[in-house]
């Protein structure tokens, strides 16, 4: 009798067992095969050392769900696997929009690079918060101008990712000045290094000064509103609170 494939697209969180989600830890066991980008694969082999592992080199995304569909076509359950939560900046999209609906596709929550960051540092997305990728590789860099402007006007806290982006080094000072044009020099900036992992790392610093420390791929920039403030050496985003109750 023919078996009909499955595929999981999980969001595997920072990379540790103990910040995995258990659906997505279980549909990873419950998987024949899991396949994704070769970082996330190291991330997680130790704990699935019985099952077929496939690395994936950067860029190779498209392929990558193909590979993942035509294994599930196979008869086989898949699960293809992003860092974070697989709807943000992941997998999921671009699986759904590969699949016809001969295979099932079940979609896998994470916990995000954002809510993990957001956690070490203290409570820095308390209000209202926006995510901006500053590549442009599939993101034209003046539109990705354009919503720093919109999110810096409307005073919201703002989490920015750098990647690689098409020889452009300079997305972060870029986007910095921008920021500068809207927010006080001494607005409250976490930086976040490798969260989640061994050598994880933070410093809290200001809007001025955030350049001063090195930022690159495996880092979160969090950049605080107008009332964001440091407290006991966590950075808080107050929620409003204070501004009703007494305490």
Partial sequence: MYKKGKIYVVGIGPGKKQDMTYRAYKAMENSDVIIGYKTYINLIKEYFENKE?????MKKEVDRCQDALNI?????????????????????????????DSIEVEIISGVTATNAAGSVVGAPIMHDYVTISLSDLLTDWELIKKRLEKAEQGDFVVRKKKKKSRGRTTQIEEARDIMLKHKSKSTVVAIAKNIGRDDEEYVLTTLEQMLNYDIDMSTIVIIGNSNTFIKNGKMITPRGYKGKYDY
């Fill in 53 to 57: 592992l496939i690395n994936s080199p």
């Fill in 72 to 100: 599930a076509m196979e008869g086989k359950t898949v699960s293809l696997i992003s860092s974070g939560d697989a709807g943000v900046y992941g997998m999921a999209g671009i699986m759904l929009e590969i699949v016809d």
